[in-house]
Every structure is written in structure tokens, then in C-alpha cells.
């Protein structure tokens, strides 16, 4: 399961004890926030984007926040094109609902944060299962994702 790959990475850095799970699903950002007890925006939800032919960006973004298709084409020089479900699993080891930054193996996948996290003390990403999470600050989420750089690609709800 992709929560022990999560857990064994967690070990290794030894913040294991940070991963909480839950008895209900965790696989939305609703879900999740009724989970843990937080407003959806501090969900941290974990989209997986086309990288030319073989490779996949990761974002990390607000769970209230929505993709800018001109600030993504922007930042990273292509249309904005989600990986479909088989593609998550094979670049991440994540399936849908669980997919998080954490443990990625894969050379070819590029993690980023995106500044709409920065607004809360705290954010909650989920830890490879669809009832899962752990609370981090974004600088935390920075460090233990592996993220090698901030983006601004979200637009937020007015």
C-alpha cells in the first residue's frame, strides 16, 4: 500500500508519528477537511500534470484553489494536462484520492508548492491512502516533499 511507502519515507526522516488516519475517507477535499476538522482551503490537495512526453509535474496547492491555465502555461512553458488515473499510479505510486508528494521514487516527476499555501499556519496533505493525512506548515511541506521551487499557477475564490 502507498500509506507504507509514506510511512517507511516518514520513518527515515523521522517525522512517522505525524501521520494520522482516519476511520471515514479522506479521498476529497469536503472529505477531508470533515476528517480532520479544518475548512477545505487548508486541505493541501495534490495535482498531477503532463511533462512532455515522460515526465509529470506534482503542484500542491489550497484545497480551495483552482489551476490558471495562462499562469500555468506561463510557469512551466505548456498547456496545463492532467495525468489520468493509471498515469498517477505509475509515476507517483499514489492512486487517486491518495496522491501525495511523499516518497516519489521517479526521477521524472517535479514537485512544487504553490504560493496559495502560504496563507494558513498549518495545511493538511494526504499520505498515500484515501484515508490519510498529516499536518505540516508550508515550509514543512516544502522540506518533506522534495518540492524544488514555489509557483504561483492558482486563482482563488473571490
Keep these: 500500500m502507498a500509506i507504507d511507502k509514506v ?11 505525524r501521520i494520522m488516519e482516519f476511520e471515514v475517507s479522506s479521498a476529497t477535499v469536503e472529505l477531508a477537511a470533515q476528517a480532520v476538522g479544518v475548512e477545505g482551503a487548508r486541505i493541501c490537495k495534490t495535482m498531477s500534470f503532463k511533462d512532455g512526453e515522460d515526465g509529470c509535474i506534482l503542484v500542491q496547492l489550497a484545497g480551495d484553489a483552482r489551476i490558471d491555465n495562462r499562469k500555468f502555461k506561463d ?13 498517477v499510479v505509475a509515476f507517483t505510486g499514489h492512486a487517486i484520492g491518495g496522491v501525495c508528494a511523499f516518497g516519489i521514487e521517479n526521477p521524472n516527476v517535479k514537485i ?23 499536518e505540516f506548515t508550508p515550509e514543512e511541506l516544502y522540506k518533506y516533499s522534495g518540492a524544488i521551487g514555489w509557483v504561483d499557477i492558482a486563482k482563488l475564490p473571490e
Design 75 to 87: 510557469t512551466f512553458h505548456h498547456k496545463a494536462s492532467m495525468l489520468g488515473p493509471e498515469e
Design 112 to 134: 512544487y508548492c504553490d504560493e496559495s499555501l502560504k496563507r494558513f499556519e498549518t495545511v493538511f496533505p494526504a499520505c498515500g491512502s484515501a484515508n490519510s493525512a498529516a
Design 7 to 17: 510511512r517507511e519515507y516518514f520513518r527515515g526522516l523521522g517525522i512517522e508519528d
